[in-house]
């Protein structure tokens, strides 16, 4: 893994700045003072009202709602992925992968910490190139495939007895 310059303006990704031109998003500053945080927190997910204080905080004058619009077109052109809160009824989002594939993800919904499964990806992969081309046949433009598994992770899961009981 490389380090990441901890620089508020990380480079963006090569795939990234593909997607952006592709859905004609401009790079204004907000636009990327809102990607630098993702950037800097790869495996970071925000709520909608975390990503705006830390932007605040970082001096950035942007009001909630532009915040609101930019989020929803990042993560509609595939740069930012958005996750549903089961608990809070919010959107939080994270920087889409790029250099993970389509690999499954696990996400626990207790900690919402993030886990890949590397394991039967390609047959994810074969499943997800299906899709595309299901909707290629009905004339949409898919571009990209999110597996999504959610649960309670390990670390969260109350400690099994050993019983084998229930
Ligand atoms: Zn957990």
């Not at 709520?47 to 930019?70: E, K, M, P």
Request: with cysteine.
């Amino acid at each position: 893994m490389p380090t990441r310059s901890p620089r508020e303006l990380a480079t963006v990704p090569v795939e990234l700045q593909a997607r952006l031109e592709r859905a004609g998003l401009r790079r204004t500053l907000a636009t990327r003072a809102a990607l630098g945080l993702f950037l800097n927190h790869p495996q970071g997910m925000f709520s909608h009202a975390q990503a705006l204080s830390a932007l605040q905080a970082r001096g950035l004058d942007i009001n909630r709602v532009t915040l609101y619009r930019l989020l929803d077109r990042l993560a509609a052109c595939g740069v930012l992925q958005r996750h549903a809160d089961d608990d809070a009824r919010t959107w939080r989002y994270s920087l889409a992968d790029l250099d993970q594939g389509q690999l499954p993800r696990f996400e626990c919904n207790a900690c919402h910490r993030q886990f890949r499964v590397a394991e039967g990806s390609a047959h994810t992969q074969a499943a997800a190139s299906d899709l595309l081309r299901t909707l290629a046949s009905l004339g949409h433009q898919g571009v990209r495939v999110d597996v999504a598994i959610h649960g309670t992770c390990a670390g969260c899961l109350p400690a099994a007895d050993g019983a084998g009981g229930k």
